[in-house]
């Protein structure tokens, strides 16, 4: 299963397939599934982890909206995903740093996909405001 | 039900519940239903919604990851918050713009709900950008 | 605002608008918010309580894909709407069981909101099978 | 990046971890992600595509609801799981039945989407349906 294969069959992108937008979505999606996991296993640990549950359950609520609202192709709404992106980054970034506290296996996992969707949604807003330019 | 009733009973809230990121909760909630719903009734309309249809799903996604964060208060995401409202007013106010154009009754309440939660998230910003300063 | 007078603006509503299903979509609406902020307020409590968050979780998750799917009007899928209604009872009877049991403001109106869920949830999902029948 | 190395690193999965059900989260997911994106192309197709919108719409919103309530591992919700992957099997069942009639590139790779998804859901069904005979 590809979600930017997926993506690119969309009536309207023809040749215009946007790459680096393509690569945001993928991982905003796993991201919201990684996130909402760790918030789940946070709660099962003995020690005290409220502060990570809650990073963990909001960032997997942004990253969901990230990766459906830039995954559409109807008409457009690039202004609104650029910001989606930027709240996107700040969401997975406040996270990991959260994550990376924690000697836990899935809070270290979850840490680096924080990281990974955090990268990938800067190369693609970048994209986005150049095209803008 | 009132769902800022069921904040202010979280136990870290104290005498501090904040009533304007109440109420943009609320109404964020209502909005992310209306504009999913105007979403379905735009497809089942006989002329030409694309547009439409696309930002009400936008507008509905961005709402309720906003009141799902926003809701929250165990330990605090406020910069996160902040953000997040910021952009939920300019979904809103996208929705709104784009459902104003058209002369159906389920688009004229919507645009209606998207102008009164895009006025709420604003105050309820304007309330945490005040506290931080 | 109300979620019932949007869904009978639906071009393909007419006269046969559903009041008991209209009813429930509310319900599930407010039921998935009330359940998502019971989660985050029984996460800050001191006392060990990840069966009631893990609950209220699943119960916010099931609530809200009811009342995105119940609420739709366009063309039709009564089979599933009708599944998911009595998947929505199960979760919140199964959630209200475990709020009831903890003396928390929040988790005594949880519990009480998942009951009134779960209550309209069956009276549309009788009226959907009387009219299949 | 994997969801079922995720879940498996949950405190309480230990030895216990069900590879059937990781499979069917993985699946859930990826759905609801394609399910989405079909969504907005088919609204973006100049023939009529009301039923697939609507169908796609409700499958993306069951879908979701199923892959975050199943890779949950505090605990346990295994009734409510089960007839969660029921549901979604029925709701893949539907939307494929209905984007195997469209011969969009989008539509027919969502039907094999959702075709598979429904398959994993019925062997983890299966699976939990016999550990709890």
Do not use: F, W
């Not at 700040?90 to 924690?102: G, P, R």
């Not at 990281?115 to 807003?125: I, L, S, T």
Request: proline share 1%; hydrophobic share 35%.
């Amino acid at each position: 299963m590809s979600i930017e294969k997926m993506i690119s069959e969309h009536p309207a992108v023809g040749d215009g397939y946007n790459e680096s937008l393509g690569l945001a979505v993928r991982h905003a999606l796993y991201c919201a599934a990684v996130c909402n996991s760790c918030a789940d296993a946070c709660s099962g640990e003995v020690m005290e982890m409220q502060r990570c549950i809650r990073l963990c359950s909001d960032c997997s609520d942004i990253c969901e909206a990230t990766y459906r609202v830039a995954s559409r192709r109807t008409d457009e709404n690039r202004a609104i995903i650029r910001e989606m992106l930027a709240l996107c980054i700040k969401a997975c970034e406040t996270c990991a740093e959260e994550c990376e506290k924690h000697d836990h296996a899935h809070c270290r996992r979850c840490a680096q996909m924080c990281r990974e969707c955090a990268r990938d949604c800067k190369a693609a807003m970048e994209e986005l405001q150049a095209e803008a330019a």
